[in-house]
């Protein structure tokens, strides 16, 4: 397997969160996690809006990362250790990684460039056969879609938000639906019936 090794100096302001002691988090850090848990139990396992998440979430098999740095060499190597981490644990303690983005990436199309620029990172090391990157964002936007749709919030996070997820798990899983297109449809259908008012409510940073 491919590993990505680019020797970077340690930077301050680059934090990683052992999913077993939270409680050692700044206060800051903490509220971080805090809400992003609860995005992930109230809309996306709540509503079921990726039926991959729950198993993962309910053994506590996800790793949380939070990243308060915006100089690029800095980004670049906690993707990198990122990265490396999910890689090279087991994926019974590690089955997905989640990096939380605290500063520089309020606008949608800052983030959008630093997904692009993560994944040309994934090619360039040849890690695209292990591992895919999906994106979250307060003020997430499906291209070609009105800006007032309901679409949106499925992919509407409390922080910018890079999902790391292994692909063998997901080729896994996907081997059981019969239909994965079917699963975004559903979703929209899910948020249409709740209607604008539950759905702002449940997903507040997002109006």
Not at 101 to 130: C, I, K, M, N, S
Request: negative net charge; proline residues 3%; hydrophobic residues 40%.
């Amino acid at each position: 397997m491919s590993r990505i090794c680019f020797k970077l100096a340690k930077q301050k302001r680059i934090y990683r969160i052992n999913k077993f002691d939270s409680e050692t988090l700044s206060k800051a850090h903490q509220d971080v996690v805090t809400k992003t848990r609860r995005w992930l139990e109230k809309m996306v396992v709540g509503l079921n809006l990726c039926p991959f998440s729950s198993s993962v979430i309910a053994r506590d098999q996800v790793h949380y990362a939070i990243c308060d740095a915006t100089a690029d060499a800095q980004l670049k190597q906690f993707y990198v250790e990122e990265l490396n981490r999910l890689l090279e644990a087991n994926e019974n303690d590690i089955a997905t990684s989640l990096l939380m983005f605290t500063r520089g990436l309020d606008e949608f199309g800052d983030y959008l460039d630093l997904l692009d620029w993560f994944q040309q990172l994934l090619e360039a090391a040849e890690l695209t056969e292990h591992v895919q990157l999906a994106s979250f964002h307060p003020q997430y936007q499906f291209e070609g879609v009105a800006a007032d749709d309901l679409s949106h919030f499925t992919n509407r996070s409390p922080y910018p938000t890079i999902h790391i997820l292994r692909q063998a798990q997901m080729t896994k899983v996907l081997a059981h639906v019969s239909d994965p297109e079917k699963i975004y449809l559903d979703n929209i259908e899910t948020l249409n019936k709740l209607g604008r008012q539950q759905v702002e409510a449940l997903c507040p940073w997002g109006k």
